[in-house]
């Protein structure tokens, strides 16, 4: 299928995804932003930038105010979704 991309999850990110105080929009935008990632597509408006902290590599977007993701490449050369973290002013 050509819509399939390939892209890992920890467990971590799953969970967080599945209970963060998000509307259908945002979590649309986070899905689109895992995505981009997947296919290395990553649009400059998700703000990447290196994250200076374990593991090594790992990588921290923001596809909306007050969440960010963060992954890393794995062994294999498919990114693997870390975190996410929702803090709302």
């Known amino acids: ?18 209970s963060a105080p998000l509307t259908e929009t945002e979590r649309a935008s986070v899905a689109r932003a895992v995505v981009m ?3 290395n597509q990553v649009h400059p408006m998700l703000y990447c930038r290196g994250v200076p902290l374990e ?3 790992a990588t921290m977007g923001s596809p909306l105010a ?4 963060t992954w890393r490449l794995g062994a294999d050369g498919v990114p693997v979704m870390l975190t996410l973290s929702v803090r709302r002013t």
């Open 55 to 57: 593991p090594v590599g």
């Open 37 to 39: 990632i997947g296919v």
């Open 1 to 18: 299928n050509d819509d399939d991309f390939p892209v890992k999850s920890t467990l971590t990110f799953r969970r967080a995804y599945a």
């Open 66 to 69: 007050g969440v960010t993701v």
